[in-house]
């Protein structure tokens, strides 16, 4: 069907494993007649690279979505949780000193029957 198709493209300038440049563009390209190919330029005169000293640079142009998007799901969501601290402890009391011994009535554990 004859229209404007966006294209991602993205142009890429690079020397060995430096990147030097690179852009994505959505470049709209108007399509009269589907059943031929179409062609079209695209031109940006922002684009600056340095002289190369010798023939390393590569460019590259092509088509690149960039990077995916993935939507999230509800149950890719993290789920809260309730975090539970533990109580501070009590501070310590202090050993009250041991009541005197009373003769008579106590019981030891060897008075206890088994």
């Not at 501070?88 to 041991?98: F, G, L, R, T, Y």
Request: glycine share 4%; hydrophobic share 35%; net charge positive.
């Amino acid at each position: 069907m004859p229209g404007t198709v966006t294209m991602p493209i993205r142009i890429a300038v690079v020397e060995g494993d430096k990147v030097l440049y690179s852009q994505i563009y959505q470049h709209k390209v108007q399509v009269s007649d589907t059943s031929t190919a179409t062609q079209f330029v695209l031109n940006d005169s922002s684009i600056s690279i340095p002289q190369p000293a010798a023939a390393t640079y590569q460019a590259f142009a092509g088509f690149d979505e960039g990077p995916k998007k993935v939507q999230k799901s509800d149950e890719d969501q993290p789920v809260k949780r309730r975090v539970r601290r533990p109580k501070p402890k009590a501070a310590p009391v202090a050993n009250a000193p041991a009541a005197p011994a009373q003769q008579g009535n106590q019981t030891t554990i060897s008075d206890i029957p088994r």
